[in-house]
């Protein structure tokens, strides 16, 4: 499966962005998706994760309760609503997929789409 991000864009803090990840060439619904950001000169770090269905997610402490991510598999997409932007939320966005739910590591995952940049002014 190929995995696309999208929706990127320059924000105000304080705004919001839906980021989606389509796939293409396999049905996303045996897979759970996650959601990375790296930072320039920073490692890449854990986001978000949803699993197969959708029924179960997990987020990192730093966007709890301002993130949601959420799939729809008929249209073999998974977004990432962000609300409450903060500047340190500034980085590229990747999207992953594997087989396992629950993970948080980057090493973990072994497919990955191309980033899209978010930036949020102050």
């Known amino acids: 499966v190929q995995l696309q991000a999208s929706g990127g864009g320059l924000v105000q803090a304080g705004g919001s962005l839906r980021l989606s990840c389509a796939a293409s060439?396999?049905?996303?619904?045996?897979?759970?998706m996650g959601w990375f950001r790296q930072a320039p000169g920073k490692e890449r770090e854990f986001v978000a994760t949803?699993?197969?269905?959708?029924?179960?997610?997990a987020y990192a402490v730093s966007v709890q309760g301002r993130f949601t991510i959420t799939r729809d598999n008929a249209k073999n997409t998974v977004y990432l609503q962000m609300s409450s932007l903060k500047p340190e939320d500034t980085a590229v966005y990747y999207c992953?997929?594997?087989?396992?739910?629950?993970?948080?590591?980057?090493?973990?995952?072994?497919?990955w789409g191309q980033g899209t940049q978010v930036t949020v002014s102050s």
């Open positions: 060439g396999d049905t996303i619904g045996g897979y759970a």
């Open positions: 992953a997929a594997d087989q396992r739910f629950g993970l948080t590591r980057p090493k973990e995952y072994h497919l």
């Open positions: 949803i699993s197969w269905g959708g029924t179960y997610t």
